[in-house]
């Protein structure tokens, strides 16, 4: 393996006053700024939204009696809009909390040392990502890395002396000439820059080379591209997923290998036309537990526990869980269980699952949402956050064995939840049959017999879920920002969000049954609960609008093409030409796996499931949003459809977001999405 020598560590930067995290500007001329104090204190607005403190990145002390995790705040001056994301730690029952992190820098990604003595994190207070290190008990932070490429992940070996890491290559010097000197053409799918494995050691608060610097070896590299790993229990091997490259595409048909970090041989472990990831180390050693797809590997597939003999050999599957797309959380300390999370229908499951075969059982009650979900190295507690409908996030810790969840923090105590209205699970038989779920939130202060505008918000993927998250806005994701659906309740809509064929949380066969149907049986989905909303006597049938991010985008624009019962609509980084779309994105195969082959092969389903190749029937006003960055949907799918509708005179705006990729994440253009759409339907709904 190949040694370096890094820089020095470098100093803590100045301070920041933690009051200005939540500085807030205002827009002039959007709706919620003309409310006045007094109405503000009974409404919800998009403001109290970007109040609401987001909790992630959580990591358990390995005696499981303390949790550190990122809190993550807007900070907008007049010439400033980005989050910032500081550490801090808490005792179990939620007493002694305290920032372990401050500054004009953000810090995140905490994980505690074995010895429960350090937590190292990654920060970019020395311009890129790298990992810090500082004792538990406070004090300065030493810088661990120094590249220049900045760190994507890290993990701590069982023994706590050496930290693994992933980083993409560093650019070649000739590369970087011809980048400073302007001559620098790039020829498509050739020097793709690879993520690999590297290993720092850490023997304590000294460094271990001469120049004051920390000692870095190369773990893996080649023509392959790394996305996770997990360190054998006597820290001689990695067992390491990876793919052909970093492109989203090429991550579906990942494999597992391990390489013993002596000699640094790689040997290939599963290999198959499924998508294999996630492995894990049995505690003693002998079997690596993953997961793998069923074929073809996407999205949409039904994802399956494996165990293979760490050394190799014929690999074991054991029971199938109930949503079948497990997320693996680490083994129980005897090495009898796995733990692992999945969706459950609009809530989240905590589960183990028998390493003998046996059906799974659930660890967590059922209810609401918890994310986020860390396990201490024991794996005796868990650490996550929790959330409801009507309940914002904060951090719970919890004994495995007893579970019984202890309140954490209380970040999002004060809120003016008196101005949202109750969310319900609805459930309704849709045109064929087919039993369909989703979430109602009612208008704030509902009145039964009064008739209200409704708003149907339909979730992207296709392959996600309509959850019991807090209507305030409340994930680590900048897409529960989009549709400030406490806000609009505020206002006096009532809104559905389904789960049609196609969504995740209800097993792999419903997710796969809008395979070849894009805009056929989901679509109807769609239309049934809104019909079920009406007959309810909740919805107004003559103030109806519709939106939605991505998949939703496409589900939107499709639905103004099929029936002029909406009044208004919103189109979110949405999908509108399928034969654009799949020469384009760089998710190439998403549009390809759904419809069972490309368009140049099945052109006549991709023209009629398009929304763009309909846009003569379409006479709703159509409000569309855009990154201006986008890579996954092209901006290209917004202009098609604008320029169609503006072409028939359709009433149309469209709104790009620079600086932005699929999804928006600057704090002041998360406002601007939110309070456009609030403008928009008002305009035409209310």
């Not at 993409?168 to 020829?187: F, M």
């Not at 360190?231 to 091997?237: C, Q, T, V």
């Not at 079997?287 to 994802?303: G, R």
């Not at 406490?486 to 969000?497: C, D, Q």
Request: aromatic share 12%; hydrophobic share 35%.
């Amino acid at each position: 393996m190949t040694l370096l020598s890094l820089s020095p560590t470098r100093p803590f930067p100045l301070l920041l006053a933690l009051a200005l995290l939540t500085t807030l500007t205002h827009q002039p001329g959007l709706a919620f700024d003309s409310q006045s104090s007094e109405e503000a204190r009974s409404r919800w607005t998009v403001n109290d939204t970007m109040k609401i403190t987001v909790m992630s990145g959580i990591d358990i002390s390995p005696d499981g009696s303390m949790v550190a995790y990122v809190v993550k705040r807007p900070f907008m001056t007049k010439y400033e809009s980005e989050w910032q994301h500081q550490i801090f730690v808490t005792q179990r029952g939620g007493n002694n909390t305290f920032p372990l992190t401050e500054g004009e820098s953000s810090s995140y990604c905490p994980k505690w040392s074995p010895d429960g003595r350090w937590i190292a994190f990654l920060s970019d207070r020395s311009g890129d990502d790298n990992i810090w290190i500082i004792s538990t008990k406070g004090g300065e932070a030493s810088q661990v890395t120094d590249v220049d490429t900045e760190v994507l992940d890290f993990k701590w070996s069982l023994d706590g002396k050496t930290l693994s890491f992933l980083a993409p290559d560093p650019r070649p010097d000739k590369e970087l000439a011809a980048i400073k000197g302007k001559d620098d053409a790039r020829v498509k799918g050739q020097n793709v820059r690879m993520n690999h494995l590297w290993a720092v050691a850490w023997p304590g608060a000294a460094p271990s080379s001469s120049d004051g610097g920390y000692e870095l070896a190369r773990i893996t590299e080649g023509n392959f591209s790394v996305l996770d790993w997990d360190w054998s229990p006597d820290g001689k091997s990695i067992a390491f997923s990876h793919a052909a490259s970093p492109e989203p595409a090429d991550e579906f048909f990942s494999d597992i290998s391990t390489v013993y970090l002596e000699t640094g041989n790689v040997t290939p472990l599963v290999k198959s036309d499924a998508m294999e990831k996630s492995p894990l180390y049995s505690p003693d050693g002998r079997w690596i537990a993953y997961t793998a797809s069923d074929l073809p590997p996407a999205d949409f597939s039904a994802f399956w526990v494996y165990l293979v003999p760490a050394n190799g050999g014929q690999p074991r599957r054991l029971a199938k869980t109930p949503d079948q797309k497990p997320h693996l959380l680490g083994w129980s300390e005897d090495g009898k269980r796995l733990y692992l999370w999945e969706y459950r229908k609009t809530t989240t499951a905590f589960s183990a699952l028998p390493a003998d075969g046996s059906e799974p059982e659930d660890v967590s009650a059922q209810g609401g949402v918890m994310d986020e979900i860390r396990m201490n190295r024991a794996k005796t507690a868990v650490g996550f956050t929790f959330q409801n409908s009507s309940v914002p996030p904060e951090v719970y810790v919890s004994d495995v064995e007893g579970f019984s969840p202890d309140k954490a923090t209380s970040f999002n105590d004060g809120l003016p939840l008196r101005a949202l209205g109750k969310t319900e699970i609805v459930s309704w038989n849709s045109s064929d049959g087919q039993r369909i779920e989703g979430l109602l939130t009612y208008p704030a202060g509902y009145q039964p017999g009064v008739r209200y505008p409704l708003l149907l918000v339909i979730h992207g993927g296709p392959a996600s879920t309509s959850s019991q998250d807090f209507i305030g806005g409340s994930t680590f994701y900048p897409l529960s920002y989009f549709y400030p659906y406490a806000a609009f309740s505020s206002e006096g809509y009532a809104i559905l969000r389904p789960n049609p064929r196609g969504s995740g949380g209800y097993g792999a066969v419903f997710r796969k049954a809008n395979i070849r149907d894009w805009g056929g049986m989901d679509y109807l989905d769609l239309m049934t609960g809104v019909d079920y909303v009406v007959r309810m006597g909740v919805a107004d049938p003559d103030r109806l609008g519709v939106m939605g991010w991505s998949y939703g985008g496409y589900l939107t624009a499709w639905t103004v093409t099929q029936t002029d019962r909406f009044g208004a609509a919103s189109v979110g980084g949405g999908i509108t030409d399928l034969v654009s779309m799949d020469g384009t994105s760089d998710l190439s195969d998403l549009v390809s796996a759904y419809l069972n082959g490309s368009f140049w092969e099945e052109y006549d389903l991709y023209t009629n499931r398009s929304p763009l190749y309909h846009v003569k029937n379409v006479t709703t006003p159509i409000l569309i949003q855009h990154g201006a960055e986008d890579t996954l949907v092209p901006i290209t799918q917004g202009e098609e459809l604008y320029s169609a509708l503006t072409g028939r005179a359709v009433p149309v705006e469209m709104v790009l977001y620079p600086r932005s990729g699929h999804e928006p994440e600057e704090p002041k253009l998360l406002r601007d999405v939110m309070s456009r759409n609030l403008e928009w339907f008002k305009r035409y709904l209310l």
